[in-house]
């Protein structure tokens, strides 16, 4: 069974229309991450949440927001997407941050800008 | 900061043939290092880890050492079958936050 499920697979969106990608998990873990991931590239991370406390990358664009409402979801928000936003988003998930903590994913949204 | 810098692919491969897909990282501290793989249409997936120096991680036939003194963890397996055809990902979690941190990855194909 799926543990980390991210909605919708693809999406597509207008360039400049506000955008939402949502991700769950039934693993209760602790730390929620979101990472983009553009082709041949290696995955970015944008932010984290560690239970409620919100974690951002400092080169992250203000263009992307986070919420997550509760232990099991997690919403990234693109308030005004362009061109270059169009990327594979994926969400993880960690029991905790440290040491050799293992990290789960799903599947990832596939985002394409029109 | 942290960072992984890992072989430029595609890797192509007759079946059995012996693999070796380099890694190398920059980091403050003392990591985990780990191998992730991505099968066509799938999430990232741990493959092996190892959480300290020497260690030897493995899983499925693959395996890779935290070689402190070089920086790296070389993935490697002795003979590769077609479906280890996929997408091969370094990572390191550490700094304050334990981040993880990818490299670019690394894809393979296997040949019959």
């Known amino acids: 069974d799926a543990m980390v499920i991210q909605n919708p697979r693809y999406q597509v969106t207008q360039f400049g229309k506000p955008v939402t990608l949502s991700c769950s998990q039934t693993?209760?873990?602790?730390?929620m991450y979101w990472y983009q991931q553009k082709s041949s590239q290696a995955p970015k991370l944008l932010f984290h949440?560690?239970?409620?406390?919100?974690?951002n990358e400092a080169d992250t664009p203000d263009n992307f927001q986070s919420r997550r409402p509760n232990t099991s979801f997690c919403f990234l928000d693109i308030r005004s997407p362009g061109l270059g936003d169009a990327a594979m988003y994926l969400c993880?998930?960690?029991?905790?941050?440290?040491?050799?903590?293992?990290?789960?994913f799903g599947q990832g949204t596939r985002l394409t800008v029109v | 900061g942290n960072s992984v810098t890992q072989m430029e692919g595609p890797v192509t491969l007759s079946e059995e043939a012996f693999l070796t897909i380099n890694c190398t990282y920059t980091?403050?501290?003392?990591?985990?290092l780990f191998w992730y793989v991505q099968y066509p249409g799938e999430g990232l997936q741990l493959l092996l880890k190892a959480t300290k120096a020497d260690d030897k991680g493995s899983n499925k036939g693959f395996e890779a050492t935290y070689r402190k003194e070089t920086t790296s963890f070389h993935l490697e397996k002795g003979s590769v079958q077609v479906s280890d055809s996929a997408v091969y990902f370094c990572?390191?979690?550490?700094?304050?936050?334990?981040?993880?941190?990818f490299g670019k990855g690394t894809k393979l194909s296997v040949k019959p």
């Open positions: 949440y560690y239970d409620k406390d919100f974690n």
């Open positions: 693993l209760n873990h602790n730390v």
């Open positions: 990572a390191l979690r550490g700094g304050s936050q334990g981040n993880l941190i």
């Open positions: 993880a998930t960690s029991r905790d941050r440290g040491g050799g903590t293992e990290a789960f």
């Open positions: 980091a403050t501290g003392y990591p985990s």
